[in-house]
């Protein structure tokens, strides 16, 4: 523990974000600088964990409309281009186990109008066998068994490839802003962490959330030297126990210490003056021992080094600063199988798979659509004590408890922003103690409009806005989307992975009443 920090104090330039005026006001000085960021995908990984041999980027994030992350994350690019008037720019990073299926998939999208793209492989490391470094050789072939070396190789790719001269100098960019393969919330909030980054003048910007202890989500937190960075939450207890403490909690539950989600915001030129002195990053080991055998390891484990550490070598620390969101805006992901989630529920943590990420999207969308003055009814809600505010009652699928909310996908070709929104929704009403589906793509403009136990999918391919005024939808619960679980049987059987690795299908499809041009 020697080179680990001897102060663990709370970041000070920490800003929390809530969903208010104050959100819509960066917004809306973020929504001038969309031109002037580029974005850094991390997207490395398969959904072997998930039940699915597919690269994680690829997998459907939201069923009713089989809307996959990689294509959800394109169309945000769209419409910031859009908004824009410039090309968007994207850097991904790849591995040996997703490189050929990233080219392949993106091969049958059609981006060309709108974005450029670079992609640079991360090669792997030789792994270790024991504490002794002995390396991993093949008994065989004699080949080394070798590893990723961690997400922070992005930033070698990035000096290697000459991206940033590429987009300071040919497309005038001011900021870069890296993202994870299944947050579907990174890219929404750009905007507002623009308007946050641009507003308080930081080089280094985290997007953060609150956390609990015993969570997988690192912890932001300032050193006895003024240096705000992220502690791995397998090292931060080991911190805390050698300083014979423990976190402070909120009244809710939550740390003092914001949550990183490896999502964050740095100024070009300080970035690039980084990397012209960059040689290399802090690494590490994370040997994981065998508890049923002492002094075994479970496996073999290699030297890695984390993107997020590149803080470290930020010239002013006093500029680097935390914009901490409530968690239902900025952060759900999908790490685990249906099994380990359930489990990690009955630890009061988040499952963090496909399922509740789904139900969150839907969630997010409710909230988004409530603060742009949509009017819901209110549905049957009991105070939550942990989270401070009214909830539903929870129900499960496939052993996943998850909070019933109206099914809403929000896709961003109907809009990103807030305002546009508002624009874009007046005077609607939805029956919230009612089901409902409600899919909206593409621009279209509703006015005066009911929506109660009814499935509707609103998709407008045209330039031109769709316009629908004084649309009232009623109908009872037998016309809205269901989930089907499937048996063991009917696991076993199908093929649609995005089904399997839910343990559900939604029945029915025909239910939805489709608008479109």
């Not at 409309?65 to 090309?87: N, P, Q, V, W």
């Not at 949550?259 to 970035?271: K, P, Q």
């Not at 006093?318 to 790490?335: I, N, P, Q, S």
């Amino acid at each position: 523990l020697k080179d680990l920090p001897q102060r663990l104090d709370k970041p000070k330039n920490v800003k929390r974000i809530r969903l208010n005026n104050e959100f819509d006001e960066l917004e809306s000085i973020g929504r001038d600088l969309l031109g002037s960021v580029g974005f850094v995908l991390v997207a490395g990984g398969l959904g072997e964990r998930l039940g699915s041999k597919e690269i994680k980027i690829s997998l459907v994030c939201e069923l009713m409309s089989e809307t996959t992350f990689m294509d959800l994350y394109l169309a945000y690019l769209k419409e910031f281009a859009r908004i824009s008037g410039k090309r968007a720019q994207l850097f991904i990073m790849t591995s040996n186990d997703t490189h050929e299926k990233t080219l392949e998939f993106l091969a049958q999208r059609q981006y060309d109008d709108y974005l450029d793209i670079t992609i640079g492989k991360q090669d792997k490391v030789p792994s270790f066998i024991d504490m002794e470094l002995n390396l991993d050789v093949d008994a065989e072939s004699f080949e080394l068994t070798t590893k990723p070396h961690g997400h922070g190789d992005v930033h070698f790719l990035i000096k290697k490839h000459k991206v940033l001269e590429n987009w300071k100098h040919n497309h005038a960019l001011k900021y870069v802003y890296f993202f994870q393969d299944t947050n579907p919330f990174s890219l929404p909030n750009v905007p507002v962490m623009l308007g946050a980054t641009h507003k308080h003048g930081h080089l280094f910007n985290y997007m953060a959330i609150c956390r609990k202890p015993g969570e997988a989500i690192g912890a932001l937190i300032t050193d006895e030297r003024g240096r705000t960075f992220n502690i791995e939450y397998n090292i931060m207890k080991k911190v805390l126990d050698a300083m014979g403490t423990k976190e402070d909690l909120n009244p809710q539950g939550y740390s003092f210490y914001p949550g990183n989600i490896n999502v964050f915001l740095m100024e070009i030129d300080e970035y690039m003056r980084i990397l012209s002195n960059m040689s290399g990053l802090k690494e590490f080991i994370n040997p994981k021992a065998d508890k049923a055998n002492p002094g075994k390891l479970l496996s073999s484990f290699r030297l890695e080094c984390l993107m997020q550490d590149i803080v470290l070598a930020v010239s002013d620390h006093a500029r680097v600063g935390v914009t901490e969101f409530d968690r239902a805006l900025a952060f759900t992901t999908c790490k685990n199988d249906l099994n380990t989630g359930a489990q990690l529920q009955k630890n009061n943590l988040s499952s963090e798979t496909i399922i509740e990420l789904e139900h969150d999207i839907y969630y997010r969308s409710f909230l988004m659509l409530k603060h742009c003055g949509v009017s819901f009814k209110p549905l049957s809600m009991t105070m939550n004590e942990e989270r401070g505010i009214l909830m539903v009652q929870a129900m499960s699928l496939s052993s996943i408890a998850i909070e019933p909310h109206p099914k809403i996908f929000i896709h961003p070709s109907f809009a990103v922003l807030v305002s546009d929104l508002r624009a874009q929704l007046k005077d609607v009403k939805i029956d919230g103690k009612r089901d409902i589906a409600l899919v909206l793509k593409g621009k279209c403009e509703l006015n005066n409009c009911v929506f109660s136990s009814t499935s509707l999918w609103l998709e407008n391919n045209s330039s031109k806005p769709l316009k629908l005024s004084h649309l009232t939808l009623v109908h009872n619960d037998d016309a809205v989307v269901k989930y089907t679980e499937l048996s063991r049987e009917e696991l076993n059987e199908c093929d649609n992975y995005a089904e399997v690795m839910r343990g559900y299908r939604i029945a029915d499809k025909n239910k939805f009443m489709r608008i479109s041009t």
